[in-house]
């Protein structure tokens, strides 16, 4: 084992639209304790932890997409230090 | 190829002569304008609310222009979509479609407001008379950008 000692992943989390106002903040940082480079999932299983609203909106099943840095992510994408992870309601422009 | 979000109207006859503009290999021009209607699921609206993501959409954007000139033998391209409070018949969004035969442009125009309205990030929140309300997506938006 090259490291065994949890390091910490820190990330800016961006709440759109419908999804904002479920959970009462435009965003957040969330610092990620992690033995391997995390992914889109890892953050939605510790919001989901949370309960509540979280736990609602972001069951399995709900239509949310994930943008990494302003391109959409699939929830197996590897996220870095300071990336920005943002949670998108289906869209309805046009 | 250019998109713009902007929150001021935009005048399509303005926007599509100078998106032709010094191009005579044009011979076909297609536009969509979409406005804000007064009603949805039988409701009265008032008005709504656009908003998107700001950082991303352009970027969102220009990469469904570049798909469209992947698929389509396209001149050039145009998206203007506007966001903030809007009022019923206001015009919300334009695509403009420039290329030799109507067929391109017409097919090259459709697909752009298919791919702008299940990749886009935009929401609209109208206002009705029981308070304000996101609007949900549509099964039907999905499935017509699926047939590209």
Redesign the interface.
Known sequence: MRDSVATLVTIRL?Y???LR?AFGSAGEPLALPTHEPPTVAHVIDALRARGGAFAAELAPGR?VRF?VN???AALGQAIENGDEV?I??????? | MAVRVQTGDFDVGAEIAQLRAGDTGVGAVAAFVGTVRDVNDASQVSGLTLEHYAGMTEAALEAIVDEARRRFDIRDALVVHRVGPLAPGDQIVLVVVTSAHRGTAFDACEFVMDYLKTRAPFWKKERRPDGERWVDARASDDEAAQRW
């Open positions: 961006v759109l639209a419908r106002d239509a943008a302003h391109r959409l943002a998108l309601p289906p869209v309805t422009g046009g």
